[in-house]
C-alpha cells in the first residue's frame, strides 16, 4: 500500500527529520508530503507512530 498524509497534518517536520528519502515538507513549508509513496524504508513505521496529528497511513 502506498504511503498517504491526510489534511490533519500540522506541518510538524518529525517524519521529515525521521525520514527524509520518504518526506519533505511542501513549497509552503505548513504541511509534509509523501516523495516516495511505495518505500519500505523502517522509519516508515517510526514516523507514522511519531506523528501528532496522526496524519500518515500506509
Known amino acids: 500500500m ?3 498524509i491526510n489534511d490533519e497534518c500540522m506541518g510538524c517536520e518529525s517524519c521529515v527529520e525521521l ?3 520518504v518526506f519533505e ?6 504541511k509534509a508530503v509523501v ?5 519500505t ?5 517510526e514516523a507514522i ?10
Not at 515538507?25 to 505548513?30: L, R, S, V
Open 2 to 4: 502506498a504511503i498517504t
Open 25 to 30: 515538507m511542501n513549497e509552503d513549508g505548513d
Open 41 to 45: 524504508a523502517d522509519c516508515v513505521e
Open 35 to 39: 516523495i516516495a509513496p511505495d518505500s
Open 19 to 21: 525520514c527524509p528519502d
Open 49 to 58: 507512530d511519531s506523528c501528532p496529528a496522526e496524519a500518515i497511513s500506509k
